[in-house]
């Protein structure tokens, strides 16, 4: 029911048909641009230049900064899921072994690549990957049989797509040059978002995956190529040491997986009917909203570079 607050004081109140301050010019002007992009964007803007400076200084000088940030990112992604997960399916992952199992598994495979010893780093990922999947199973055993499959599938989608995916970021960046290996995974991801936009904004007329993502077209995947490649035989040439057809190479296949993983999301939250994971961060929605695109396009470009960029 609509509660009726009756007018405003006249001494708050706008004229009719006078003329508006600019105060008020500015302030719809504000509102329109938020309209058009489903977003407050000042906000937006705030807080990714945040994330944005403290992604580059973590990189440059404090790298133990970046994995703290990765686990947080991915803890707090947990969280949002588990809790759409139980308001919206009635799907209860079990959250707590699923929370200490994302530090062992982000940290662990980060120090296994930064200090190379008898167990290789993808042995000490597998295998704490492996007993957070135990650990979650045993957490929910003891509440019994109604529902153990239904929330035994919540908690291993979670640890399945959250700590083990995200966590190549940190398996990179422990590696050979490895705050510069995820450096090209980002860059070239949001090289593809600004592509996919500036092309879907200008020429974007073919719908992409309409029952997915309205907003998807091809002209805008075509756009997303573009500048993820370039992005990516940038980095590759000047900063890794490779030849510019890896680049190229990597910026293909992170276009592939990054504007999967916005459209895993997608179906994620179409399916539980919600818009954003959370109102966590303001501007964006939730974090799953934010790094759903490099979750799928980690493990990619950790095997790209692994594979074909040189080491030392």
């Not at 759409?84 to 598994?105: K, L, Q, Y």
């Not at 978002?193 to 992409?208: E, P, W």
């Amino acid at each position: 029911m609509t509660e009726d607050v009756g007018p405003a004081p006249e001494s708050d109140a706008a004229p009719a048909n006078g003329p508006r301050s600019p105060r008020d010019l500015a302030r719809e002007r504000v509102d329109a641009v938020n309209e058009r992009a489903g977003r407050n964007l000042p906000a937006a803007i705030t807080v990714g230049l945040v994330l944005i400076s403290f992604v580059v200084a973590s990189l440059a000088w404090w790298n133990w900064g970046f994995v703290v940030f990765v686990a947080l990112a991915l803890i707090v992604g947990a969280v949002e899921l588990h809790v759409v997960m139980r308001d919206r399916a009635a799907m209860r992952s079990a959250i707590v072994p699923i929370v200490i199992g994302t530090v062992a598994i982000v940290v662990g495979s980060y120090l296994a690549a930064q200090r190379p010893g008898r167990l290789p780093s993808t042995t000490v990922l597998l295998a704490s990957f492996g007993l957070t999947v135990v650990a979650a199973l045993m957490w929910r055993m003891w509440q019994g049989p109604v529902g153990f499959v239904r929330d035994s599938a919540a908690s291993l989608l979670t640890i399945a797509y959250l700590p083990l995916l995200g966590s190549f970021l940190t398996l990179m960046l422990g590696e050979d040059h490895g705050p510069l290996r995820v450096a090209a995974t980002i860059l070239c991801v949001s090289g593809s978002d600004t592509g996919g936009y500036i092309a879907g904004v200008l020429f974007g007329r073919h719908k992409l995956a309409p029952r997915i993502s309205p907003k998807k077209t091809w002209e805008g995947l075509a756009g997303s190529f573009v500048l993820a490649m370039a992005v990516g035989a940038a980095m590759a040439h000047f900063a890794l040491g490779a030849p510019f057809w890896v680049g190229l190479l990597l910026g293909a296949v992170l276009v592939v997986t990054g504007t999967s993983g916005d459209l895993v999301e997608s179906m994620i939250k179409r399916d539980l009917g919600v818009k954003d994971m959370s109102n966590f961060l303001p501007g964006h929605g939730g974090v799953m909203d934010r790094i759903d695109s490099v979750l799928l396009a980690a493990p990619a470009a950790w095997l790209v570079m692994f594979l074909l960029v040189p080491r030392g």
